[in-house]
């Protein structure tokens, strides 16, 4: 069985084909793909992989309710080589074009490593990116299952899967 995560982000279980619901910023568009499911996590990756200092692919927007609170979780591992990868997670606020803050935002880790936070939005957000990357100029890193989703909600609608004799809706 396939775990597909529960998200607002627009292919953030990443099964659609190539990346076209991701926006690359100061990133090799060539190198940056879906990788097939492999090893460590047995699931496909969106790699990304910098040109530029602090770039990153961007989520397509993400409408979110004033003053609430959503939960953040992101698989992230970064490539062996170049010795000093770092891979930077970014809530940015597009109403106001400010990023939100995290309590953690960073990882160096070859092993997956999950960022998981509560992040709260701000009184005049309406609307929000999230931004997967790296800080250094070479910067490889590889995210899997971004989950992003009201704190408060108690109903999802899954997406129905063509490929499956079962569909869920609500």
Known sequence: K?????????????LKT??????????????????????PLGERELR???????????SAAIPVKKSESYYLEATVRVAATPATNTAKLIVRDRTNGVPLTLGDSDSTEQEPFIFRESVAMGSTTENIELRLGGD???????????????????????????????WLGR
């Open 136 to 166: 250094e100029a070479a910067a490889d890193t590889f995210w899997s299952n971004i989950i992003f989703r009201s704190n408060s909600a108690r109903e999802f609608t899954i997406t129905d899967r063509p490929q499956k004799a079962l």
């Open 48 to 58: 990304v992989l910098n040109t530029g200092v602090n770039g990153y692919m961007a």
């Open 18 to 39: 190539g990346v076209t619901d991701w926006t690359a910023s100061s990133v090799d568009a060539a190198a940056s793909i879906k990788t097939a499911a492999a090893f």
């Open 2 to 14: 396939r775990r597909i995560p529960i998200t607002l982000v627009t292919d953030g279980d990443l």
